[in-house]
């Protein structure tokens, strides 16, 4: 498995200002294996925690190295359905970051729209814990359909890439 980093570039700034770290595989016989083909198996498998970990490792790790060398990006890391609802998720988290000494807002972890619906509340309360410790998320396949996530709003001027990225209000 290796981790490939998709930047974005904000048209405003001039530069990348995020990248999305991207998990592959490539096979000795058969080549390079779609996440389409691989993830599926790791969900099955029970491996796709232990993947999940990893590359929210490795992103924090590089995310810092990048830092070091002047260039201040912020990591997305795509999180799996059973990652997201993991009770320890925000503790894993602040391990990862403090492990990398990687500050949080150089973190945006994405959770797709399904698993986002699937139980709103749950997902709310999540997204605002990790709001709270300073970590940014996305809702990833939100062109699907429109709908009402709580007390979730579009963060007016923040950059997207065929997706809406909205951050979790505070609920007042």
């Not at 970590?135 to 709580?150: M, Y």
Request: with cysteine.
């Amino acid at each position: 498995m290796q981790l490939h980093y998709q930047p974005q570039w904000d048209l405003h700034a001039g530069r990348v200002s995020m990248v999305e770290a991207l998990l592959r595989r490539n096979d000795p016989l058969l080549g390079p294996v779609g996440p389409v083909r691989f993830i599926p198996v790791a969900e099955t498998t029970g491996l796709i925690l232990a993947l999940d970990d990893w590359v929210l490792e490795q992103a924090c790790r590089q995310a810092l190295a990048w830092r070091d060398v002047g260039l201040a990006v912020r990591v997305a890391v795509n999180l799996s359905a059973q990652q997201f609802h993991r009770r320890d998720l925000v503790g894993q988290v602040q391990e990862h970051l403090a492990a990398a000494g990687l500050p949080a807002h150089a973190l945006e972890l994405e959770i797709t729209e399904s698993v986002a619906v699937a139980d709103p509340m749950a997902a709310h309360a999540m997204c605002a814990a990790l709001t709270t410790q300073g970590v940014r998320w996305a809702l990833d396949g939100f062109w699907h359909r429109p709908f009402v996530f709580g007390a979730t709003q579009a963060a007016a001027g923040t950059p997207a890439k065929n997706r809406a990225r909205v951050c979790c209000a505070a609920a007042a």
